[in-house]
């Protein structure tokens, strides 16, 4: 496995107090969600991508306001890109085997479903299977921008 960064932009860290993040879940109509969370400063960002193309910030409905200024979209070939990725990556057959998350390491957590296939899996920096790798640089590069500057 090659070295190449899959760091997310900067995103604040949860405060004090603060509940865990709720289980996340597919949007009514989308493709693909990803939540990738940690790190040192432990961060946390959200993308959803539709069949249509359009990826946008996060699984809330609340982000739809948002959104706007911040879509992004993906051509058709793009689309066909990752869905050939979640195949050849074996996204849809099997759960990656449960290893000990390094403490300054990011989880990327992914939930598809394309007709009648879904899964929902949880990964690591450093412990992902080459194809699951693949698959995660690949949707990186569609993660929306953080807000932050």
């Not at 990011?106 to 690591?124: D, T, W």
Request: proline share 11%; charged share 20%; aromatic share 6%.
């Amino acid at each position: 496995m090659s070295e190449t960064s899959t760091q997310p932009p900067s995103v604040p860290a949860p405060e004090a107090g603060a509940s865990a993040p709720k289980a996340l879940e597919l949007p009514r109509g989308a493709l693909l969600v990803m939540r990738v969370s940690g790190g040192l400063r432990f961060t946390t960002q959200e993308m959803v991508v539709y069949p249509d193309g359009r990826v946008t910030p996060g699984a809330d409905d609340t982000v739809k306001t948002v959104f706007n200024r911040t879509q992004r979209s993906m051509a058709d070939a793009h689309i066909v890109r990752l869905r050939k990725l979640l195949d050849q990556s074996g996204f849809f057959k099997s759960q990656p085997p449960k290893v000990e998350p390094s403490p300054d390491g990011y989880a990327y957590e992914i939930v598809s479903r394309i007709g009648p296939k879904h899964n929902h899996i949880e990964v690591f920096t450093g412990t992902m299977p080459d194809g699951v790798q693949t698959l995660v640089d690949y949707l990186m590069k569609w993660m929306p921008p953080s807000d932050e500057s």
